[in-house]
Structures are given as structure tokens and as C-alpha cells.
T-cell receptor, first 115, second 115 residues
Framework: DQQVKQNSPSLSVQEGRISILNCDYTNSMFDYFLWYKKYPAEGPTFLISISSIKDKNEDGRFTVFLNKSAKHLSLHIVPSQPGDSAVYFCAAVVWTQGGSEKLVFGKGTKLTVNP | GAGVSQSPSNKVTEKGKDVELRCDPISGHTALYWYRQSLGQGLEFLIYFQGNSAPDKSGLPSDRFSAERTGGSVSTLTIQRTQQEDSAVYLC?????????????FGPGTRLLVL
């Protein structure tokens, strides 16, 4: 059963426009979320994170919004650039059975930014 | 380099053989994680090391999988008697731990193919 869901496997936007990537989660106890970007044949690269005590975190062109009541977060990229084309993963920090923390990832959304 | 490094980048082996995968975390990072990504699946947590504490092995899929972390730095993931379903990308990540922020930084991964 997926705890973190990215329901759009792909998204295509025009250069200069806004990209909005969405993510839903099932457990209201999750308190920290992260977005990663992944290029082919590379590991995921950390982009931005947000704690559940906030509803927005901004870093340059990247902004993450958190709606706790809807158990939904989104990543906005403005303006989108062709170099942003990659697979974007949403992740939540959860506790393992062993009492430590791990990341649980969605299956990713492939973003294509067209010149 | 300053990032997480992994070796080998690719490994092809025959069913039943043992394999060792290596991870060099970012210097100063006390937490180290192993994940794997099978074809079409999200990232799956395997094991977590924090400093000199006993590892959290709750994600290991079977007793054929084991990992060590020597001197609190380099880690080796060993898969004994490999099976075809072990074919996946094995990713290592490190972080400063809870005190330093919860973002995990990933290496490029080892692509394992079991024939």
C-alpha cells in the first residue's frame, strides 16, 4: 500500500511557464517532506524540503506547498527551464520498525520542459 | 569529490554468486542508508547506520542481504547467493542525521543485473 503517491507519471510544460508537481500522502503523522530530482543513470538529487509546521518553503525557482488537511503537497518551478527536465520524486520521512527514520518515496513524475 | 560515491557503477553476475557493493558517504555524515529501486518500483529502504550504533536492518528483504559500516564511514552491502529478483539499482545515501537536517544525499547507484 503506497504511503506517498504521485498520480501523474508525466508532465510537459513550455519553457518559462510554471511546472506544478503534485504529491499525496496517507498518514497525517508524517511531519517532514522532501522533493528530489533524478536524471537518468544518476542518483536522486535533493531539491527542497518542508516541515509540517510550515505550509510553504521557497528556494529560488522552487517552492513547495503543504496542505496538511488535504494531505497534499506540491512543487512549483517558476520559470521552468529545459534543464529542469527530469523525474521528480516526492518523499516523506517515516519511522522504521527498528525505530529509526527512512524515506518513503512516490513513484515519480517525469517532467519535460520544451524549449 | 564531495558527494556520495558508489562502486561499482554496474555489476553483472550469475545467479547464485555473491556480490559486494561499496558506498563512500559524504565526509562528516554520521547517518548512512541503503535503498534499492527495482524496475518500475519506487525506492525501497534496506538498512540504516547511525554512528557506531547497531544498524537498523528492518528493511532487508532476506537473510541473504547484509551490510557493514567500518569505522563509521565506508559501507559494504553484500548479497549472497544472488537471485534474479535481486536485479535493481542499489542506492546509498548519507546525512548529518536529525541534528543536522533530515535531507539524505544520494550516490549515483550500482546497477546490479543477475543473469
Amino acid at each position: 500500500d503506497q504511503q506517498v503517491k504521485q498520480n501523474s507519471p508525466s508532465l510537459s510544460v513550455q519553457e518559462g511557464r510554471i511546472s506544478i508537481l503534485n504529491c499525496d500522502y496517507t498518514n497525517s503523522m508524517f511531519d517532514y517532506f522532501l522533493w528530489y530530482k533524478k536524471y537518468p543513470a544518476e542518483g536522486p538529487t535533493f531539491l527542497i524540503s518542508i516541515s509540517s509546521i510550515k505550509d510553504k518553503n521557497e528556494d529560488g525557482r522552487f517552492t513547495v506547498f503543504l496542505n496538511k488537511s488535504a494531505k497534499h503537497l506540491s512543487l512549483h518551478i517558476v520559470p521552468s527551464q529545459p534543464g529542469d527536465s527530469a523525474v521528480y520524486f516526492c518523499a516523506a520521512v517515516v519511522w522504521t520498525q527498528g525505530g529509526s527514520e527512512k524515506l518513503v518515496f512516490g513513484k515519480g513524475t517525469k517532467l519535460t520542459v520544451n524549449p | 569529490g564531495a558527494g556520495v560515491s558508489q562502486s561499482p557503477s554496474n555489476k553483472v553476475t550469475e545467479k547464485g554468486k555473491d556480490v559486494e557493493l561499496r558506498c563512500d558517504p559524504i565526509s562528516g555524515h554520521t547517518a548512512l542508508y541503503w535503498y534499492r529501486q527495482s524496475l518500475g518500483q519506487g525506492l525501497e529502504f534496506l538498512i540504516y547506520f547511525q554512528g557506531n550504533s547497531a544498524p537498523d536492518k528492518s528493511g532487508l528483504p532476506s537473510d541473504r542481504f547484509s551490510a557493514e559500516r567500518t569505522g563509521g564511514s565506508v559501507s559494504t552491502l553484500t548479497i549472497q547467493r544472488t537471485q534474479q529478483e535481486d536485479s535493481a539499482v542499489y542506492l546509498c545515501a548519507s546525512s548529518l542525521g536529525l541534528a543536522g537536517g533530515r535531507a539524505q544525499y544520494f550516490g549515483p547507484g550500482t546497477r546490479l543485473l543477475v543473469l
